[in-house]
């Protein structure tokens, strides 16, 4: 089959003088197609791009595109679903049509998009650096929520990210930034969600989850393959760190308190008087309409946080939590769990599902049993059976001769 560039080659022989009987010996091509091709007025002949053969995965791509977009991307799981749903292909066609998702995915994910006032903040959670305090080297961490519209920044130091001091931060924005959006978004971390359950759905922390209904805001997760998913791909603590702490050179802060009271005039004197480089607008005069479309905090209290860690749970299905060990259902070994104690009892949490519940161990070192825990505990598929030998202790088999025999051997020795 004729390309562009044979049929350019055979222009070019034509303009060098060559005849078309000449052209045909050289080329092997017949006269009457080189004739042809030299005399067609439209150039190289165009090829366009060949139909795609129907797949078995086509009926089943609407509801694909469906999981997609709520966040489920593992092809085992979704290849599960579809059967459930009558698909009759294998995983290599569910995976070769997923692939060219995840690309699109990763290059759709640059693209800046812009949230309402009031609909949308995000929280960004990284190490700032470190603080020696009493001769011992502390980590630094650095917390910034950012409104989506105005740009509008909060930001703050702590020396941890336990889930307390998050939710302390999450409140001190509210009452700085006055009001509380519609939703917010947040990067994997691990205080904020446990992992995917069975169907690759979001097992979120149950006292992040319960302190989203008390303010009234919808979390959410960036999703998987789109790291940059928040949309205005830009984070709040790095945006500090080249800023704020490049200011610091020269004139280091006395304490966490000190450098936190910087930190705040630095935002309400710079970060939120610029002109943002993407709105092209001052973020103040953008906060207005933010702070309008903000849900009021209306004198609520603080919510009623009580101290909880994320403990993994052991093979043989025991937690730990305060020097004793603490049975939960077998089922959950090797996964995260949230532990926490509160009016005489010690919890044990798996997303929104209690799923222990102990009295406290009176002294350290003990071991809190509920023996429905391991109810129906599966023994392992592949048991080692040792090799045994099986030996019965008889008594001695004794030969029975008649006499004869004796008196023939006695008389063989005599001669």
């Known amino acids: 089959m004729f390309r562009g560039d044979n049929v350019n080659a055979l222009g070019d022989m034509k ?13 092997g091509y017949d ?70 998702q995840r690309v699109a995915a990763a290059v759709v994910a640059v693209r800046r998009f812009e949230t309402a006032p009031g609909e949308q903040a995000q929280v960004d959670w990284e190490h700032l650096g470190d603080l020696e305090w009493e001769g011992v080297l502390h980590k630094l961490w650095g917390f910034a929520f950012t409104l989506g519209y105005s ?37 994997r971390m691990r205080t904020v969600w446990q992992g995917a359950d069975e169907r690759g759905e979001i097992v979120w922390n149950p006292v992040l989850l319960d302190f989203a209904r008390y303010w009234g805001f919808r979390p959410r997760l960036c999703r998987p393959y789109r790291a940059q998913t928040k949309g205005k791909v830009e984070s709040g603590v ?11 050179l020269g004139r280091e802060p006395g304490g966490l308190e000190d450098l936190n009271t910087q930190l705040r005039q630095w935002v309400w004197e710079v970060a939120n008087q610029r002109v943002h480089g993407t709105t092209h607008e001052v973020v103040m005069a953008r906060w207005d309409a933010d702070q309008f479309a903000l849900q009021p905090l209306a004198g609520r209290p603080p919510y009623p946080y009580v101290d909880e860690e994320l403990r993994k749970v052991a093979r043989d ?16 070994a090797g996964k995260e769990v949230w532990v926490r104690q509160q009016e005489g009892r010690v919890e044990v949490h798996y997303g929104e599902r209690r799923i222990a519940e102990h009295p406290p161990a009176p002294r350290k070192h003990m071991v809190m ?47």
């Open 369 to 415: 049993l509920q023996q429905d825990h391991h109810a129906g505990i599966p023994l392992s598929a592949r048991q080692e059976r040792k090799t045994l030998v099986h030996i019965r202790a008889t008594a001695p088999a004794v030969e029975i001769r008649p006499l004869a025999a004796y008196e023939s051997l006695a008389l063989a020795g005599v001669r």
């Open 31 to 100: 006269r009457k197609t080189v004739r042809k091709y030299l005399l067609q007025p439209e150039g190289p002949p165009v090829y366009g791009p060949r139909r795609r053969p129907p797949s078995l995965l086509d009926p089943f791509t609407p509801y694909l595109e469906e999981r997609l977009a709520a966040g489920v991307w593992n092809a085992q799981v979704l290849l599960r679903e579809l059967r459930g749903r009558g698909y009759p292909g294998g995983y290599t066609i569910l995976k070769d049509w997923l692939q060219p």
């Open 151 to 187: 740009r509008m920044m909060m930001a703050a130091a702590a020396l941890d990210q336990k889930l307390g001091t998050l939710l302390r931060m999450h409140e001190e924005a509210f009452r700085q930034l006055g009001g509380v959006p519609a939703e917010i978004l947040y990067d």
């Open 238 to 248: 790095k945006y500090v760190r080249r800023n704020f702490l490049c200011g610091l």
């Open 317 to 332: 299905a025991f937690v730990h939590w305060q020097g004793s060990r603490y049975w939960v259902p077998w089922i959950y």
């Open 15 to 27: 303009r060098e003088g060559l005849s078309i009987q000449a052209i045909s010996e050289l080329t």
